[in-house]
């Protein structure tokens, strides 16, 4: 069974900044597209950044210029900073691994930005 272990959720008042963690098994993270999700009570998950192998991203509209995904490929990790959080920035937020086919998430953090 693939784990993706992930920690850095939390409370975070408006205007702060989180950043989030994902570990993956070594075998699995020099091939895989790396990305975070989030779900919001009510709404359907939604793509919010994804890294590739060579490096490129990707990031949904709405945390453009705010969130910075990357990976260290030496610690197995993937990262999201998120800046300038906004209340509707609060979500469950899942790492997702992705290689054709075979799809893996883990269990997901919450992120609660209020005041």
Do not use: H
Not at 52 to 80: Q, W
Request: net charge positive.
């Amino acid at each position: 069974q693939v784990q993706l272990v992930e920690s850095g959720g939390g409370l975070v008042q408006p205007g702060g900044s989180l950043r989030l963690s994902c570990a993956a098994p070594r075998g699995m993270f020099s091939i895989y597209t790396m990305g975070w999700y989030r779900q919001a009570p009510g709404k359907q998950r939604e793509l919010v950044a994804r890294i590739m192998i060579g490096g490129s991203t990707d990031y949904a509209d709405s945390v453009k210029g705010r969130f910075t995904i990357s990976r260290d490929n030496a610690k197995n990790t993937v990262y999201l900073q998120m800046n300038s959080l906004k209340p509707e920035d609060t979500a469950v937020y899942s790492c997702n691994a992705r290689f054709t086919t075979y799809v893996y998430w883990g269990q997901g953090t919450q992120v609660t930005v209020s005041s």
